[in-house]
């Protein structure tokens, strides 16, 4: 069992991003925004004008990105948050959610292989623990993590939520499009032991609080505080 591992998956706009950055800076554990790497994936294709269906030049193109955990924030600011992935020397930035990104991205993640080289990718990082969010983490990149949580959330609130975050009402279509293009190749079910969590009527510390006290009861060595290796 790989003991220091928190899964999170679920759909664009269940409130995993939110909830998993938070947990991962109560815990002192790092934040891995899987969905960021495929999208970073995504924007290279773009840029170097790598064909989408093209698997092979995918998976080569996947061994040019660098991943790594480094600290979040500025280096003089206090780090409330250990560490977080970035991606070729950068925090991932504002450029890999894009409409562009989010139209090819289903594309680009549902060959094998680049998904095997995601998982390869993404168990290296996790190894020493983290905060792990996307939709096949407890699945099939850790399926032995002690605490797995899948987040639910109606379509409408889902929307609703991406539309107040991007500020425009076409995100809402496009993202309903997206989780259709992804459910096509990698349904998003949850692990059998998987405690799902619907955040439709919960805000953000009631959504907390629900994920500490599975932890609370899953892994209790995670939490604050605990005396226990
Ligand atoms: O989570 P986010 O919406 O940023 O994910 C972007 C895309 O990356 C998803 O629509 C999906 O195609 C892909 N993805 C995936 N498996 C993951 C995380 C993301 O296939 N673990």
């Not at 290296?124 to 899948?150: Q, S, W, Y």
């Amino acid at each position: 069992m790989t003991p220091r591992l928190i899964a999170i998956d679920g759909a664009a706009g269940s409130g995993k991003s939110t909830l998993a950055r938070l947990l991962a800076m109560t815990l002192g554990l790092p934040y891995v925004n899987t969905g960021a790497m495929y999208r970073a994936l995504t924007l290279a294709a773009l840029r170097e004008e790598v064909d989408v269906e093209d698997e092979d030049a995918l998976v080569r193109l996947m061994e040019t990105l660098d991943f790594t955990l480094r600290p979040a924030g500025r280096p003089e600011e206090p780090q409330p948050n250990p560490r977080e992935l970035w991606i070729d020397g950068a925090p991932p930035s504002d450029e890999l959610e894009s409409a562009e990104i989010e139209a090819n991205v289903s594309a680009v993640a549902r060959h094998p292989g680049v998904r095997a080289a995601m998982r390869a990718a993404q168990r290296a990082l996790g190894e020493g623990g983290a905060v792990m969010e996307g939709r096949d983490i407890g699945t099939a990149v850790f399926p032995d993590a002690p605490v797995k949580l899948f987040l639910v959330a109606a379509p409408q609130e889902r929307a609703g939520r991406r539309v107040e975050e991007r500020g425009s009402q076409e995100v809402a279509g496009a993202l309903l499009e997206r989780d259709r293009r992804d459910a096509l190749v990698n349904p998003l079910v949850p692990a059998e032991d998987a405690v799902v969590i619907d955040t439709s009527d919960l805000d953000v510390d009631g959504t907390l609080g629900v994920a500490l006290a599975v932890v609370a009861e899953r892994a209790p060595d995670l939490l604050p505080g605990s005396t226990q290796p």
